[in-house]
């Protein structure tokens, strides 16, 4: 987990390139370089799944050491220049600002890092801009879905209807053995939500 909100942020390395990416670097981005450089992979890519400031408070340093570049989905880039004002409201300390991304994702995009391939889903509700990236049978959804619920949508661009109808469209057709890895919390799996998850019985 990383940053004062404990965001998990995930690493993917392919093993032929030694080059790595990083999804929602919430903080703490010394012990990601650390991390990294310990096995032996460079960083490639920083990919935020939203924009909101819990998920981009490791931005600058990742890419201030590294150069690498940064994939946002256009619609969220109001939330990411707001991230310190944001972060204020809510208590925490001032985060680094973001810089701006190098790349804005879209809807069917892919990304790819040597033997890495990601598919970028969007899947709006939680913020305007928010994606999941699917690699093979997992799927890192950001806020979109977690264990025993969803995410938020109480704040600046959430839509409720709009994520519930994006949870339906875009992550229930998704076979059952699909793992979830969520923004926080636990992980799960597509199957597990689809049983249990009281938000999604909107769709039974």
Do not use: W
Not at 137 to 144: C, R
Not at 167 to 188: A, C, I, M, Y
């Amino acid at each position: 987990m990383t940053g004062e909100l404990g965001v998990n942020c995930y690493m993917l390395g392919c093993p032929r390139t030694k080059q790595a990416i990083v999804i929602d670097p919430g903080g703490h981005a010394e012990r990601i370089l650390a991390i990294l450089q310990e096995n032996g992979f460079t960083l490639k890519t920083v990919i935020n799944t939203h924009g909101h400031f819990d998920h981009i408070g490791g931005n600058r340093m990742l890419l201030d050491k590294t150069g690498a570049e940064l994939l946002l989905h256009g619609a969220d880039l109001p939330l990411l220049r707001g991230a310190a004002e944001h972060a204020a409201k809510f208590g925490c300390r001032t985060i680094d600002p973001s810089p701006e991304p190098t790349r804005l994702l879209q809807d069917g995009d892919q990304i790819e890092v040597g033997s890495i391939l990601l598919n970028v889903l969007h899947v709006p509700g939680h913020s305007p801009g928010s994606v999941c990236l699917k690699c093979g049978d997992s799927i890192f959804a950001g806020d979109v879905l977690f264990a025993g619920s969803i995410g938020r949508t109480d704040l600046p661009g959430g839509d409720h209807l709009l994520l519930l109808k994006g949870l339906q469209n875009r992550l229930l057709v998704l076979d059952d053995s699909v793992k979830v890895f969520p923004g926080h919390g636990p992980e799960t799996t597509i199957g597990r939500e689809r049983k249990s998850n009281p938000y999604l019985n909107y769709f039974e």
